[in-house]
């Protein structure tokens, strides 16, 4: 059985400006169909590397494979991308704005503009001015140029950003949406969490621009050796806090439900955690295991919090 050529892969990425490094070489793999995320603090160098990856600017070392091509002008062939907040001319419509973008870029016709226009829910206000539209509807239409001449890889730099969160609903179903009924490959670069944990079925996580973690999101979450959350209640709180700030490998981590603390456990299981406490004198009322989300692994993994 064949092995589908990657839609994207970079093998020893590097960028730098001046004396930092702002990616070092990074390696991502992405499969066809995939809808993944790309993850990190600010500062970490996502959109470095999605404007080499997009040719935007210059690499200085490594390689850029998208659907096996390596020649930068075949690749743009395969990729639709927004990168960071669209822009448009305000004063022509929806449809105008996306046959000036047909046109210059030489690929997609009328019917790729329907199409597009139909899929990211804009069919009916095509003929109005950019300008009466909000922005989530920019956003929208930012996506809709992106899928104009049908590519194979949609690369999209923070879609959400700036949105209320009913603007971030509407275009995370969208993205849903076109992930299912499309043959689509999805790259997404997001600083939130939530939104990413519901919508990638993987996601990769940098830090200075280096990869340390990439996989399935429900395998990462569950991986072998992480910081379990644990619940812990107790009639004596002020004796349970104490004997935890004794523990050196667990970590209070603020309230949880119904006046118990919440509990970081590196390498400990919650059992023995219950068996040290009784040895403690501590009367445990309730200890409640914490099932694992994206955003504790990324704070387990990382040294800086997401902005």
């Not at 050529?5 to 990616?23: H, M």
């Not at 993944?36 to 600010?42: A, I, V």
């Not at 105008?96 to 870029?105: H, M, S």
């Not at 989530?136 to 209320?164: F, H, S, W």
Request: net charge neutral.
């Amino acid at each position: 059985m064949e092995t589908a050529t990657p839609a994207l892969v970079t093998d020893g990425l590097t960028r730098r400006f001046g004396d930092r490094i702002a990616v070092d070489k990074l390696s991502i793999q992405v499969q066809p169909g995939d809808v993944y995320g790309f993850l990190g603090p600010n500062g970490a160098g996502k959109t470095t590397a999605i404007r080499c990856i997009l040719g935007l600017i210059r690499k200085d070392a490594g390689n850029v494979r998208i659907f096996g091509e390596t020649d930068p002008v075949r690749q743009r062939a395969h990729v639709g991308a927004m990168v960071e907040t669209p822009r448009f001319f305000d004063w022509m419509s929806a449809r105008g704005n996306l046959e000036r973008t047909a046109a210059f870029a030489g690929k997609g016709d009328r019917s790729d503009i329907d199409r597009a226009l139909q899929l990211v829910g804009l069919w009916g206000r095509e003929s109005e001015p950019v300008r009466a539209f909000s922005l989530g509807m920019r956003q929208r239409l930012g996506i809709a140029r992106a899928l104009v001449g049908r590519p194979k890889l949609l690369v999209l730099d923070e879609p959400t950003n700036g949105l209320d969160p009913r603007g971030m609903k509407e275009v995370r179903d969208l993205l849903d949406n076109l992930a299912k009924s499309t043959q689509l490959t999805i790259f997404i670069s997001s600083h939130l969490l939530d939104e990413i944990e519901k919508l990638c079925g993987r996601v990769g996580i940098i830090e200075h621009g280096r990869m340390i973690a990439e996989g399935k999101v429900d395998d990462l979450v569950a991986g072998e050796g992480g910081v379990t959350a644990v619940e812990v209640g107790a009639r004596d709180r002020a004796g349970l806090c104490s004997a935890l700030e004794a523990m050196d490998d667990v970590k209070l981590d603020g309230d949880g439900l119904g006046g118990r603390l919440r509990v970081l456990l590196a390498g400990v299981e919650p059992a023995a955690l219950n068996a040290r406490l009784v040895s403690a004198g501590v009367a445990v009322t309730a200890l409640v295991p914490q099932e694992r989300n994206l955003e504790q692994l990324f704070l387990s993994l990382t040294s800086k919090e997401i902005t």
